[in-house]
C-alpha cells in the first residue's frame, strides 16, 4: 500500500539540523566562533528549521540519530513515525561542510528509506548557503516523496538584543527548490487545493532562553509553528540530553485536510576527527 510519507524527510535537521540536533552553543563556543575581524555574531540554538532545511551547516564533525512523527498523518487519522541516522564533517567555516543522513521513512514496516546529502558554506560568521538533495532514492510504489534538489540562504540578525551572550538571537532563512517545495499531493488537487507549492520556502528562528527557540516556517504550501528544547539539569554530566522538538503544522487549507502536531527526539555528538576550523 503506498503510504504518504510524514513530512518529506528534510535535513533536515536538512538531516535533523532541522530538528536541532547541532550542539548547544555555550557563550564560550560562541566567542571562540567570532573571527576577530569581524566580530560578528553566530547564529547559536537558531540555526535550525523543522520541516525546511536552513543554510547552516554544522561548526564540527558530528553524527546524530532522530526519531520524528506526525500525529496523524497528512491525509489519514493514523499517526506515523520517521527515524533516521547521519554524520557532518567537513570545514564549513574555510571549504565545504558535508552532511549526509539515511531515512528511514516508516518505522513500522521498515522498508522505506531514503538519503539525504547537503553542502554547506559560512560566508561570514552571520550568513551561511546550503545545497542538496533530500529524499533521495526513495521507493515511489510505498511513498509519494519525490526527490528534492535545493538551496538556502540564513542569516543571524546582529541588531537584536542577546539573549544568550556572544549569540545572535534571531536569524533567518530563505531558499527555492523543487519536489517538496513546489508538487503538491494528488490528494490536495482532488480537493482543489493549489495545483502547485510556491518553490520558495523560509523560517525565522528565535532564542526565547538559553535552551529554548521558538521557529516560523513557510514550507512552500503551508506553515509550520515549532518550539525546540534542550533540557537542562543543573548538574555536570559527561553527555548531553537529547533536543526535543514539537510543533503544529498545516494550519491552512493550502494543504492537507487538518492540523497535525509534529514532533521530534534528536540526538548529536562530537566526532574526534577532524577538528572544528571555525575559531579566529
Request: proline fraction near 6%; aromatic fraction near 10%; hydrophobic fraction near 40%.
Amino acid at each position: 500500500m503506498r503510504r504518504l510519507s510524514i513530512f518529506l524527510v528534510n535535513t533536515a535537521l536538512s538531516g535533523i539540523f532541522f530538528l536541532g540536533v547541532q550542539p548547544a552553543v555555550t557563550a564560550q563556543d560562541s566567542t571562540e566562533a567570532i573571527p576577530k575581524k569581524s566580530r560578528l555574531l553566530p547564529p547559536g540554538q537558531t540555526a535550525r528549521g523543522f520541516l525546511t532545511p536552513t543554510g547552516w551547516g554544522s561548526r564540527q564533525s558530528m553524527a546524530y540519530a532522530f526519531l520524528a512523527g506526525t500525529f496523524p498523518q497528512v491525509y489519514s487519522r493514523n499517526s506515523d513515525l520517521l527515524a533516521g541516522i547521519g554524520a557532518a564533517w567537513g570545514d564549513t567555516c574555510h571549504a565545504l561542510g558535508v552532511r549526509l543522513a539515511l531515512n528511514v521513512n516508516d518505522v513500522s514496516e521498515f522498508d522505506q528509506f531514503s538519503g539525504n546529502l547537503i553542502l554547506s558554506l559560512r560566508l561570514d560568521n552571520s550568513s551561511s548557503i546550503s545545497a542538496g538533495g533530500l529524499h533521495m532514492g526513495a521507493n515511489r510504489e510505498l511513498s509519494d516523496a519525490a526527490p528534492t534538489f535545493y538551496i538556502s540562504f540564513s542569516h543571524a540578525v546582529q541588531s537584536i538584543r542577546q539573549v544568550v551572550p556572544g549569540v545572535a538571537s534571531l536569524s533567518y532563512t530563505i531558499g527555492a527548490g523543487n519536489g517538496r517545495f513546489y508538487t503538491m499531493s494528488k490528494r490536495d488537487r482532488e480537493l482543489g487545493r493549489w495545483k502547485h507549492g510556491t518553490a520558495v520556502f523560509g523560517s525565522l528562528s528565535a532564542s526565547i532562553t538559553k535552551n529554548l527557540v521558538i521557529t516560523a516556517e513557510w514550507t512552500g504550501h503551508n506553515v509550520c509553528i515549532s518550539t525546540n528544547w534542550r533540557p537542562y539539569i543543573p548538574t555536570r554530566l559527561p553527555f548531553r540530553l537529547p533536543s526535543i522538538s514539537i510543533g503544529m503544522a498545516d494550519p491552512f487549507r493550502f494543504s492537507g485536510e487538518h492540523l497535525r502536531l509534529v514532533a521530534a527526539l534528536s540526538y548529536g555528538f562530537a566526532l574526534p576527527w577532524p577538528k572544528a576550523t571555525c575559531t579566529p
